[in-house]
């Protein structure tokens, strides 16, 4: 059972701190789709070498996670012992270092170097990531954990959505020698993310956080194993990861082919922030529609607003006229439908836009040019919720095992390590188009576990209400 061990009845300054770390985490982790690209014209490399980018800092989540799990098993919750405002800030210095190793990485111009600092970054996320999480699921009731995860998620969009276009311009143009592809263009970027890493951490550990601690602090085994939703949500996890991240590091390549789009990086970039910008959509519409507390004309209400606002935010970002994103529109008012449809229900929710995400995927595989493009920037819409349902779902009932499951669900980020790397080599031998059956499989998953936590909740409610009688 997971006590607070401070008394504090607002929770906004603790709630705004956090959202800073997923805005941070999410524009670092954007920027590999930028590296990607970048890194493949530098080093001559193939598409399977360049996901390399990918399965190096994905694959440290899990490899930081399998040794969290461990000493959990062993040694009792590290979270729980040191405290999750102390986890964030150790998550942090790691990450910071991650993105300073970009210097000598770029000095030397060696591409081991890069991936090493990946890594290291990576180890960073994972620590944040299993403190963050829980933490922020914890800042409040229940109930409304999905809805919380999903606003703070939304900020972490806000940086995948920026991203592209800072990232972009700094690295293909600003810094780049005379239009040249240079190691060089990575140093100041990169140096940067390092200062604000630090400043991050600073203002963490100045202001005062509420704790949250189990009762009990010894060693609690592999209980978090014995929960069904949890099993079945780490494979949830590495799919939606796996399929997002696979999805985000082609569009740029794929924008390019001339069956497509036939757009060079500087402006498809835009077209990538776009895709990143429809799960920022759909992550502030879906911590409007999962809050519980707002009536069904009030949610219409500010969704409407929200997505109004945010479609303006990310129009004032891009490079892009009307003429060229209007198109956008349209798929915002089926993800508006589909909030309704699901009625508020987080599992039920993820059900639909898993199967939307589907025939979405199989239009790219099936189509060419604009359709082929606007079907997969859409995908991000659907994403939205996707990493805060899931996991919520997943780590619901917990108690004390909730900081063990949330490592174990952190390591299912394993899944943006691996699908990327799968995906690439699918590429390299039937081109990118078919590799996008890869993420059709993800979604597919994805969709059953939402249908599977959907019969079950209304299954533990009908329970409930023979109970009571």
Known sequence: MMNETKESGNYKVPFTTITALFFMWGFITCMNDILIPHLKELFKLSYLQSMLVQFCFFGAYFIGSVVYFLTSHFYGDPINKIGY???MLLGLCIAAC????FYPAAVFSVYGIFLAALFMLGLGFTLLQIAANPYVSLLGKSEGASSRLNLAQAFNSLGTTIAPIIGGFLIFEFFADNGKITAAATKVPYLIFTGLFIL???VLYIIRLPEFKSEDTGKIGLGALKFP????????IFCYVGAEVAIGSFII????LPDIMHIPEAISKNYLALYWGGAMIGRFLGAISLNQEFSLLKKSIYMLIAASLVFLLIFAIVDLSFLQIYVFLAFMVINLIGFFVGKSMPARTL???ALVNVVLVLVTIFSTGDTSMWTI???GLFNSIMWSNIFTLSIHGLGKYTSQGSSLLVMAILGGALLPLLQGSVADVYGIQHAFFVPVICYLYIAFFGFYCSKRLRDVKAEQVAGGH
Not at 98 to 101: N, V, W
Not at 253 to 256: E, I
């Open 85 to 87: 405002k102390n986890g």
């Open 98 to 101: 991650g993105c300073f190793l």
């Open 200 to 202: 991050i951490g600073l």
């Open 229 to 236: 939703q949890l099993k079945l949500g780490i494979l949830g």
């Open 253 to 256: 390549n794929f924008l390019a």
């Open 351 to 353: 059900f639909i836009f």
């Open 377 to 379: 920037l859409a995908v």
